[in-house]
């Protein structure tokens, strides 16, 4: 059941617009901690608004996990996971961006992308260009670990994973225990994703870029960047890359477009693997 929900969710989230406004806020999930306690910081805030609704979640869907309830299970984690992981589709994005870069429209590939990821800086500058790439990466891996978790742990998990790193953006300052969770959660989804993109790109180029870096205990986005661009890299020359910025630019999020594509497609194999064998 939980791979028919991740299937629908996927084909849901290619869908263009008209999502109400709980599913489509970029904020919902901070909008959710506020209203969740009436404590909101420290320890006690964080097993209130993160760790109380995960454990609730986890226990009704291992409820109705059964017969009839199955149905229920399939609406309501759909509606959750959409939720959860947004609405809007990482790579109905990028493919819009694309669109607007290879047609020149520099303004409107500004705004739609600043719009969706939090860039700064000169729009087409490579410096710009790597941020969009970063955003577009962490946002994909956000992805696939919500989709590790649920196909692991159920959606109990995922609850605890998405609300933990809402936790962190509104209190990063004072949330080590938070961090350190955050770290470990994102840890087998950060290697999985690696040998995906070993397998969907050039396995050796990878498995180089992954070098002493695989074991570290971190939050894995330097490993993870560096596999991905090692995955498909692009030639680029240096006349073009400084007289034309924003084809070559446009060349590498491409790359990243399809290699990620890719990875996912192997992150499906994975899910249904583990569905057979579970």
């Known amino acids: 059941m939980k791979l028919l929900v991740l299937l629908l969710v996927l084909a849901l989230r290619r869908r263009d617009g008209g999502w ?7 904020d919902r999930h901070q909008r959710c901690l506020a209203t969740l306690s009436p404590v909101r910081h420290g ?4 097993w209130l608004s993160v760790a109380l609704p995960a454990i609730l979640v986890a226990l009704l869907f291992g409820w109705l996990a059964g017969g009839w309830g199955n149905l229920l299970v399939l609406v ?3 509606a959750l996971m959409l939720w959860l992981v947004g609405v809007e589709s990482e790579f109905r994005l990028v493919d819009e961006l694309l669109v607007c870069g290879r047609l020149n429209d520099g303004e409107a590939l500004r705004e739609l992308a600043e719009q969706a990821l939090p860039i700064t800086g000169e729009a087409g500058s490579r410096d710009w260009f790597r941020q969009l790439e970063s955003g577009f990466l962490e946002r994909v891996f956000v992805l696939f670990t919500a989709l590790f978790w649920l196909m692991t742990l159920g ?3 995922v609850v605890l994973f998405v609300l933990n790193r809402a936790w962190l953006q509104r209190h990063r300052e004072h949330s080590d225990w938070a961090q350190s969770l955050d770290a ?3 840890w087998i989804p950060a290697r999985l994703t690696v040998l995906a993109l070993a397998l969907a790109g050039q396995f050796g180029a990878v498995t180089r870029a992954a070098a002493g870096k695989l074991w570290r205990l971190d939050d894995s986005r330097e490993l993870l960047n ?5 995955a498909e890299p692009v030639e680029e020359s240096a006349e073009k890359s400084t007289e034309e910025p924003l084809a070559a630019g446009m060349d590498r999020l491409e790359a990243l477009h399809g290699v990620l594509l890719r990875a996912l497609a192997v992150w499906l194999i994975f899910a249904a693997l583990w569905s057979l064998l579970a």
Not at 20 to 26: E, F, M, N, S, T
Request: hydrophobic share 50%; charged share 10%.
């Open 20 to 26: 109400p406004g709980v599913l489509a806020r970029p």
């Open 43 to 46: 320890i006690p805030g964080w």
């Open 76 to 78: 309501l984690g759909t």
């Open 155 to 157: 959606f109990g998990a």
């Open 184 to 186: 470990a959660l994102r």
């Open 226 to 230: 560096d596999t991905a661009q090692a």
